[in-house]
């Protein structure tokens, strides 16, 4: 698997694997979404990054990934 979601497949998925539910951005169904969240957490907005470092904290924790930014941790407040 790609870190591309189709529209479609984007369209299937849960609110709760997404880092920021109510916006429905930053996929994570799995363990390479969540690394492509952690690449792609700097286009995030400033006021929303403690939440989605929360996020992506918490799904690498279920899938195993180990987060290596120091940024998305700090925001992650570890």
């Known amino acids: 698997m790609t870190d591309r979601l189709s529209y479609e497949e984007k369209k299937e998925l ?3 694997v997404f880092g920021l539910p109510e916006r429905r951005e930053y996929p994570m169904p799995d363990a390479a979404h969540v690394r492509a969240a952690e690449a ?5 907005p400033d006021d929303l990054k403690p939440k989605l470092a929360r996020a992506i904290m918490a799904r690498a924790r279920e899938f195993g990934v180990d987060v290596e930014s120091p940024t998305v941790k700090s925001y992650a407040g570890m």
């Open 14 to 16: 849960p609110d709760e």
């Open 40 to 44: 792609y957490f700097r286009y995030c």
